[in-house]
């Protein structure tokens, strides 16, 4: 019997060992291993949090009202303006005398809303296309896919600039719309591609067989099977928004004249002089800019890791 | 996706970015577009083409208004020939098209300038005088021209410039296949043009070679703008030797106007690269003499770069240089800067009616011109919410701090250039919200509903519609800045469609009077002749805020009389509508403007005063030298 219960007891310490760990344990212990990932994390945690709770506290009517007497102001200057007297710019301000420490947390705010919207819109709608037509295969698959080509082999950039010229009454919605329009068949054709997999395995076959409506398949069999995927995907695109958004406010094509952006802000750049003499004015944009990025960039592999065991650090 | 095809794709989206941020400067940024107007009375001008100078002081301790030398001298031995680069600042390529019947951008000007000789020279009123190629007279009694051109003057292949050169000139732009846009009123003046223009006629029935050198061209009424230069006489010649066997309408791609193209001027053009650089080797035989330098080099500079380039002496002169940039390049070492008043404004206009087509009859008569209509409902037709407006908005600290004091406060539209006609003592709208307050208050504006933004008499809600130009760094904080000095004053002005618009369609829109334009900011070159008429008379489409009164009729009729050949008479009647036109106000003219030209040190002499004698060194092309091999850098 030794010998029996010697074979359980490392029968059940195998079934301890490979029970795999599940949701937020694995991701825990994920970062827990990346020293670099965690850090990202905290980083950007602290950062969202700061730039949402402030800029709802500062006026936005304020920041952006043009003051003539203020403009190219050093960082820690008091105003020169009779209107703000005793007004200290911590960031110096820009060409109209307007506070860059405002802009930029209200930039910062804005194209974070912004691409965190875009982000979650477009990949809605990528899953939903996505498993309906790997769920569908055949006629649906092929027709969604082709639908999804052809948007694919249009110059995206020169499209979203046309749209963002010729639309009658411009605004962030219609910003956003546009944007959304040109990135879900990005997702809808990597969501495919990995409920395709999935919905070949067999319990799809029999839950099919027991007379299972099709809807619950894909909701409650196919999509968690893929939602760490959905997860990274979510995480990784939205630093890609991010970068879309400030990229076209950058040329002059994004938010509308008068909304503060990171994009904008750095576009001060392309103007030798303040490249070189006034850094302060598009310095701290393309700072947070590139923190904002890596940082998401760090938790989502991390994330991306957790999600497939092969990878796994821990 | 993997990382690497991640990353692969940001960088290949960086790199159209780049590209499309250089073609997006091209269109917004230094376009000038001239327009339909015959000869250069005016044309569309992109925002921050020139700049202002000053007489007027701002008040407190704001930048003053910079002054400028037209002329510069630097000692030392001309070095033989040698060859002069000119750095053109624009963002908008050259088309180039050589010819001055076809070509429509200001960049094509630019270029050809260089080559292409002028015909009429003009002096410091821009008055057409007989320091150019040909001779000029005037007869009211006849009205006829009489241009006779001066002996020896050649065209590059060695061909004399003739007589009928000139009435080639003429034939292109009446020709029924013409495809340019220099048809206009002042030419259909001509006697027979229209007969010709419509094909009934073989020749242009008033206008006469009477020899190889003298022209008599016949107009069906002449009046005092024609002795300004550009005021209604084509004064070109056209290489009818060199291109009589091109069809009109294939004339504007034929190699002989884009790739080699011939004139009477100064230098002749060597190679072309179109929209970047163009080369021009003296011409011998011209006849002011021949050139001093051997060769001039022409590239185009983008704007965002002028800066950098003049920072490594990259060229001797500097053609446009941008205003707002000017503190950067102001003290850099080796160069002077040299200044004139540019030939326009800027303005913020209002829409007050539309342009009405030509009325027919049945024949195909017409009955009724094309002209501007006034709407006396319009939303801007009070004048005291008009005057209001240019009370609230402080153009004085726009252009001393925007523009460093390159441009200043515009008290009238007639430029200062014009010193015979421009009305110097009138006050204008300096910047006073009291006074704006005051004038709504008492024309009934008020605010009704107590949302802090005033309604109309009626007490409906006011929004004012605003158009603008995108374009330049400051484009955007001035508009901003406007918007919020309106809306201090209780006025609620949004930007049409919520952004800036591009050039092209933003004339495009004004000019089709959109009606959801309530106003507008736009800029004139005013080309070189003071009369109005071609921007705010009544039968202009160039009035593009359709307005039109009859006592503006009336003193648009008395400026251009006969009468006016009395100069002092004339100056009374412009000074007069001033007066009128600044209290109406269908436009607030804004701001002046000064252009900038940074010449190098190794340039022996350099000169842009209007008007100038063109043998004087440094003013004629051909009296330029250099007197250092290198450029100076200190």
């Known amino acids: 019997m030794a010998t029996n219960q010697d074979a359980d007891a490392v029968v059940s310490d195998d079934m301890a060992a490979s029970a795999p760990p599940m949701g937020i344990k694995v991701i825990a212990r994920e970062f827990m291993r990346d020293k670099l990932a965690l850090v990202s994390l905290i980083l950007l945690i602290v950062i969202l949090a700061t730039v949402f709770i402030w800029s709802f506290i500062i006026d936005q009517d304020v920041v952006t009202t043009v003051s003539l007497w203020d403009s190219y102001l050093p960082p820690m200057s008091m105003s020169e303006d009779p209107m703000f007297e005793g007004t200290r710019y911590i960031l110096g301000t820009d060409s109209a005398g307007r506070d860059i420490f405002g802009l930029l947390l209200i930039g910062a705010r804005n194209s974070l809303t912004l691409g965190w919207t875009v982000t979650v819109v477009s990949s809605a709608i990528g899953i939903v296309v996505g498993i309906l037509a790997a769920y569908y295969a055949g006629i649906v698959d092929n027709v969604i896919m082709r639908i999804i080509d052809f948007i694919m082999i249009m110059p995206q950039l020169m499209i979203i600039i046309i749209f963002t010229t010729i639309v009658p009454n411009y605004n962030v919605f219609t910003f956003a719309a546009i944007l959304i329009l040109f990135s879900w068949h990005g997702q809808a054709r990597f969501i495919r591609g990995r409920a395709l997999t999935v919905g070949r395995l067999d319990f799809i076959s029999a839950s099919k067989t027991m007379g299972t409506p099709s809807l619950i398949i894909m909701l409650r069999e196919m999509m968690p099977n893929i939602s760490s995927l959905i997860i990274v995907n979510l995480t990784l695109n939205f630093a890609g928004s991010i970068g879309l958004e400030t990229g076209l406010s950058y040329l002059g094509f994004g938010l509308p004249t008068g909304t503060p952006s990171l994009g904008t802000l750095v576009s001060y750049a392309t103007n030798p002089d303040i490249l070189e003499n006034k850094a302060w004015v598009w310095l701290p944009a393309s700072t947070l800019i590139l923190v904002l990025v890596l940082c998401i960039n760090y938790v989502g592999r991390a994330l991306q890791r957790a999600a497939d065991a092969k990878q796994r650090l821990g | ?495 049409l469609d919520g952004r800036l618009h591009e050039f092209n369609s933003f004339y495009d829109r004004v000019e089709a009077d959109d009606p959801d334009i309530d106003i507008y900011q736009g800029a004139w070159g005013t080309g070189s002749d003071p009369t109005p008429e071609g921007l705010y008379g009544r039968f202009a489409p160039f009035n593009y805020t359709r307005w039109a009164t009859e006592e503006n009729d009336e003193l648009m009729e008395a400026m251009t009389s006969t009468k006016g050949f009395d100069v002092e008479w004339r100056a009374e009647k412009f000074k007069e509508w001033q007066e009128y036109f600044m209290d109406e106000l269908p436009v607030i003219p804004t701001l002046f403007r000064k252009a900038v030209t940074p010449v190098n040190n190794r340039v022996g002499a350099y000169d842009i005063t209007p008007g100038e004698d063109p043998d004087t060194e440094g003013v004629g092309l051909h009296t330029l030298y250099l007197i250092s091999e290198d450029r100076a850098t200190e």
């Open chain 2, 1 to 495: 996706m993997s990382n690497k095809k991640r990353y692969s794709m940001l960088a290949s989206t960086a790199a159209v970015a780049f590209l499309l941020a250089a073609c997006g400067n091209g269109d917004t940024e230094d376009t000038t577009e001239e327009t339909g107007n015959g000869t250069d009375t005016s044309e569309e001008v992109e925002e921050d083409a020139g700049e202002d100078s000053g007489e007027e002081a701002s008040s407190g301790d704001e930048v003053e208004p910079v002054e400028f030398d037209t002329r510069v001298e630097n000692e030392g031995e001309a070095i033989d020939g040698g060859t002069l680069s000119v750095g053109y600042v624009t963002d908008s390529p050259f088309t180039g098209i050589f010819s001055t019947e076809l070509y429509t951008g200001n960049p094509d000007a630019v270029v050809m300038g260089y080559m292409i000789g002028t015909l009429l020279g003009s002096d410091e009123n821009y008055q057409i005088d007989d320091s150019g190629a040909a001779t000029f007279e005037l007869d009211q009694e006849t009205n006829t021209v009489t241009m006779t051109i001066k002996d020896d003057v050649l065209w590059h292949d060695g061909e004399p410039v003739k007589a009928s050169d000139i009435a080639f000139a003429h034939e292109i732009i009446g020709h029924p296949d013409y495809t340019g846009v220099r048809y206009s009123g002042d030419l259909a003046n001509i006697v027979g043009m229209e007969a010709f223009k419509n094909g009934e006629a073989d020749s242009i029935e008033g206008i006469t070679v009477v020899d190889d050198k003298t022209i008599e061209i016949e107009y069906q009424s002449v009046g005092v703008q024609m002795l300004q230069a550009g005021g209604g006489v084509w004064g070109y010649a056209a290489p009818r030797h060199y291109l009589e066997g091109i069809p009109v309408a294939e004339l504007e791609s034929a190699p002989e106007i884009r790739e080699n193209p011939i004139g009477f001027g100064p230098f002749k053009v060597d190679n072309i690269v179109p929209g970047e650089s163009v080369s021009y080797t003296a011409f011998e035989d011209y006849y002011l003499g021949a050139p001093k330098l051997d060769r001039i080099e022409l590239e185009t500079v983008p704007t965002s770069t002028a800066v950098a380039a003049m920072e490594n002496a990259q060229y001797d002169i500097f053609q446009g240089m941008p205003t707002d940039q000017y503190e950067n390049y102001e003290n850099i070492p080796g160069y002077t800067n040299l200044g004139v008043d540019d030939l326009a404004y800027t303005y913020i206009g209002f829409k007050l009616g539309e342009w009405q087509e030509a009325e027919t009859d049945e024949d195909g008569n017409i009955v009724e011109p094309a002209q501007n209509v006034y709407n006396e409902d319009a939303k801007m037709a009070d004048k005291n919410l008009r005057q209001a407006m240019a009370y609230a908005i402080d153009n004085d600290a726009v252009g001393s701090r925007f523009y460093q004091g390159l441009r200043r406060r515009a008290n009238s539209p007639i430029i200062p250039n014009f010193s015979d006609y421009y009305a110097e003592d009138l006050e204008g709208y300096p910047f006073d919200p009291d006074r704006a307050n005051e004038i709504l208050d008492e024309a009934g504006y008020e605010d009704t509903n107590g949302d802090g933004i005033r309604e109309t008499p009626e007490g409906e809600e006011l929004v004012i519609n605003f158009a603008s130009m995108s374009g330049g760094e400051v484009a955007e904080p001035i508009v901003e800045y406007y918007m919020q000095s309106w809306e201090r004053v209780g006025l609620k002005v949004e930007l």
